[in-house]
């Protein structure tokens, strides 16, 4: 389609009417020419102009009764003419009709494709968007808010979609992941109520299995209870002055009996003694405790984690780093989605909701910051970076490198 020259409509239509206007008067008095022209050669004019006749003829003449004389004219009363006028402005305005439906025909048109578009959007067909209209009046603005209309429902409906998926997703891993050990505490907790066929030492054992799934189970449904009410905007930073070089300190000393029943070696390293920061205490420690837990399940071949505290100028970064299997690359950017595993089994050693990266980045950024993840054969190393936007510096925030406990 042409481009369109006019940047109004209704510019385009004021000229639209005057160019129609003007064409009508002109055809009228193209007609009217023809007609004088016609009488002029077959009829005979009051002067004596036209074709002329034998002078004992010419009285006696009458012309076609169809073609008007001159001499007539003179005696036109005024209904006559009045008649003539009304049939002159009938056959302009129809001719103006005429001239402008000629003219504004790419107008209806654009219009009418317009109108098409938006009648099989909202009939559900969403393969549609409006091509080919190339203006810059109120059309074109039109076309082009119809397009992004369509670009913003296209994307409302599929986040629409991959909300449908993902509540889906989260059905199977909650119904999976609570079943198994769901399963197995209601075998175990059997096992122990039976007096008659096992000791009281067997039994003692047994609870304690179940005990321990329990836990689990527990953990499991508060993991998903807090990804709950982080997509649904439910939590609420409460920030407080927290020493965050203790508090993971703390997180790291929390995990030592789970380091310790899965032969796994660790340290803890910090390039300062302390560092005051507003934070949320309990949301950090959450995603540190994520990422420690992750790093227990996915790095027990590599026998060590390794986590570390260092602070630079405008940020602190907090970094958990295992020696177990190498990320694919494949997986790197998938990797904090939420449900995504890369491993395709889920053994009970690495079962989870797949929840765990995803809210320990949810805080991350609650707080204004990121975190990241590099893998390769030296390591998977998982790092929150925090601004430093509000510290307390005393004594023990000189950067000093300080060696942290080795177990």
């Known amino acids: 389609m042409?481009?369109?020259?006019?940047?109004?409509?209704?510019?385009e239509l004021v000229i639209y009417s005057i160019i129609s206007m003007l064409l009508a008067v002109a055809t009228e008095f193209a007609l009217g020419m023809i007609v004088a022209l016609v009488a002029h050669t077959f009829g005979t004019s009051r002067n004596g102009y036209g074709k002329q006749y034998p002078a004992n003829n010419k009285n006696n003449y009458s012309p076609p009764?169809?073609?008007?004389?001159?001499?007539?004219?003179?005696?036109?009363?005024?209904?006559?003419?009045?008649?003539?006028?009304?049939?002159?402005?009938?056959?302009?305005?129809?001719l103006f009709i005429f001239y402008f439906l000629i003219l504004t025909r790419r107008i209806t048109k654009d219009m009418s494709y317009i109108s098409g578009c938006i009648?099989?959007?909202?009939?559900?067909?969403m393969e549609v968007q409006i091509t080919g209209i190339n203006r810059e009046d109120e059309i074109g603005e039109i076309a082009l808010q119809v397009n992004r209309m369509y670009g913003e429902i296209e994307r409302l409906m599929k986040s629409e979609r991959e909300a449908l998926q993902a509540n889906k997703d989260m059905i199977t891993c909650v119904a999976h992941d609570l079943r198994t050990p769901l399963t197995s505490?209601?075998?175990?907790?059997?096992?122990?109520?039976?007096?008659?066929?096992?000791?009281?030492?067997?039994?003692?054992?047994?609870?304690?299995?179940?005990?321990?799934?329990?836990?689990?189970?527990?953990?499991?449904?508060?993991?998903?209870?807090?990804?709950?009410?982080?997509?649904?905007?439910?939590?609420t930073l409460h920030k407080d002055n927290i020493d965050i070089v203790k508090l993971v300190g703390q997180m790291t000393e929390e995990f030592y009996p789970l380091f310790m029943e899965?032969?796994?070696?660790?340290?803890?390293?910090?390039?300062?003694?302390?560092?005051?920061?507003?934070?949320?205490?309990?949301?950090?420690?959450?995603?540190?405790s994520n990422l420690i837990s992750n790093a227990v399940k996915y790095g027990k071949d590599g026998k060590a984690v390794h986590i570390e505290i260092e602070k630079y100028d405008t940020e602190l970064q907090i970094r958990v780093t295992n020696f177990g299997l190498v990320i694919p690359e494949e997986s790197i950017e998938h990797i904090f989605d939420k449900f995504y595993r890369v491993e395709s089994s889920?053994?009970?050693?690495?079962?989870?909701?797949?929840?765990?990266?995803?809210?320990?980045?949810?805080?991350?950024i609650l707080h204004g910051g990121k975190i990241t993840v590099q893998s390769?054969?030296?390591?998977?190393?998982?790092?929150?970076?925090?601004?430093?936007?509000?510290?307390?510096?005393?004594?023990?925030?000189?950067?000093?490198?300080?060696?942290g406990q080795s177990k």
């Open 119 to 125: 009648s099989n959007i909202a009939s559900g067909e």
């Open 262 to 288: 899965s032969n796994l070696e660790y340290t803890l390293r910090q390039n300062i003694n302390g560092l005051i920061m507003e934070v949320d205490g309990e949301l950090i420690a959450r995603a540190v």
């Open 346 to 364: 889920r053994s009970a050693q690495t079962g989870g909701t797949g929840l765990g990266l995803n809210i320990a980045q949810e805080i991350a």
């Open 185 to 235: 505490i209601i075998g175990y907790l059997q096992l122990a109520t039976d007096t008659n066929k096992y000791t009281m030492e067997e039994r003692q054992k047994y609870a304690n299995i179940a005990m321990r799934k329990a836990n689990r189970m527990q953990g499991l449904i508060e993991e998903l209870f807090n990804y709950t009410k982080l997509m649904s905007g439910e939590i």
């Open 376 to 403: 390769s054969v030296k390591g998977t190393c998982f790092t929150i970076a925090l601004p430093v936007n509000s510290t307390k510096d005393d004594e023990n925030n000189k950067e000093n490198a300080g060696e």
């Open 65 to 94: 009764e169809f073609l008007p004389d001159y001499r007539g004219i003179k005696h036109w009363n005024k209904d006559t003419i009045m008649v003539i006028m009304f049939i002159i402005l009938l056959l302009g305005f129809i």
């Open 2 to 11: 042409k481009h369109s020259i006019y940047r109004s409509l209704r510019g």
